[in-house]
């Protein structure tokens, strides 16, 4: 099995923003291989924002020969999204994993994503409106799915958690969920962070 060594760019947040530095630290630790993280280049700003700093980014990966792989939320965006109660916000939710995708795509990545779908104290105390939501989040990413392949990208990612409320904390819902989505335009893929290892 090939194996990469990379970085996730995420411990970069608000230290290291500018494409020029961070570039030059991946570069100089001998490191060809990052995911971007959205913190870097925010996906909720204005599109001719994020494409002047995309054309930075891409241009000092390719002086320093750094491919950029995939890309995943940070800080500044862990929030509910797909898994947020209200049906109308979760369904405007869906446009901001397009806007991931479209910078993803945009990078030269392959992939992206982000926590699978974060719920409320409420949704996970009750569980008929947590499988609700869950299956919304699951309908929803088979539509992104379709879009992501649309414009050239290879699989979606999301990261199992630590925590129940977060979802996909256990093997056994990764298990269920991987299943729900095998079906999907692309490959759905797991994200692991070897910290979350309570459950």
């Known amino acids: 099995m090939k194996v990469t060594l990379g970085f996730d760019l995420n411990c970069f947040t608000n230290r290291y923003v500018e494409p020029e530095v961070w570039t030059e630290f991946v ?37 320093k020969e750094i491919c950029i792989k995939s890309a995943f939320g940070g800080q500044n965006h862990h929030q509910n999204y797909l898994g947020h109660p209200d049906l109308v916000v979760a369904a405007a939710c869906e446009s901001y994993y397009r806007r991931m995708a479209d910078l993803c795509a945009a990078l030269g990545g392959e992939g992206f994503g982000t926590c699978f779908a974060i719920t409320t104290t409420s949704v996970q105390r009750n569980p008929r409106r947590r499988q609700e939501v869950i ?40 298990d269920e969920l991987l299943a729900r989505l095998g079906s999907m335009a692309i490959p759905m893929r797991l994200c692991l962070d070897v910290g979350h290892r309570n459950l």
């Open 27 to 63: 570069a100089s630790c001998g490191v060809r291989c990052v995911q971007f993280n959205f913190d870097l280049i925010d996906f909720m700003l204005p599109w001719q924002v994020q494409q002047s700093l995309v054309t930075r980014t891409v241009l000092c990966c390719r002086a």
């Open 135 to 174: 299956s919304r989040a699951v309908d929803a990413y088979h539509r992104l799915g379709e879009y992501s392949k649309e414009i050239g990208l290879k699989y979606l990612l999301y990261e199992p958690t630590s925590t129940p409320r977060e979802t996909a904390a256990t093997f056994t819902e990764n």
